[in-house]
């Protein structure tokens, strides 16, 4: 089991940035894909970005050119770099680690973009 701390949302009005970071434990981090999800007030939870234990990254449609995930596995964190935020993207965010039959998430943590 891996247990993943997210931190970095808050408030920002439309335009600003944001970098939000999940530190996990354990050791296999480094051999895990990690992902951070949303889940905005009455909608599922969507998928993000993605980044594999090789370094390659997916991205949604929605966070194309704005939205950067990367990973310090020397640090066992992975961070979304957030740019050109927009009120659609107010939700909680999650932090998600995928390892053969492990799938752990964080607490989550909260971004509103105001207008």
């Known amino acids: 089991q891996v247990q993943l701390v997210e931190s970095g949302g808050g408030l920002v009005q439309a335009g600003g940035s944001l970098r939000l970071s999940c530190a996990a434990s354990?050791?296999?981090?480094?051999?895990?894909?990690m992902a951070w999800y949303r889940q905005a007030p009455g909608k599922q939870r969507e998928l993000v970005a993605v980044?594999?234990?090789?370094?390659?990254?997916h991205y949604a449609d929605s966070a194309k050119g704005r939205f950067t995930i990367s990973r310090d596995n020397a640090k066992n964190t992975v961070y979304l770099q957030m740019n050109s935020l927009q009120p659609e993207d107010t939700a909680v965010y999650y932090c998600?680690?995928?390892?053969?039959?492990?799938?752990?998430w964080g607490q989550g943590t909260q971004v509103t973009v105001s207008s």
């Open positions: 998600n680690a995928k390892f053969y039959d492990l799938n752990d």
């Open positions: 354990g050791s296999i981090f480094s051999r895990s894909a």
């Open positions: 980044i594999s234990s090789g370094g390659s990254t």
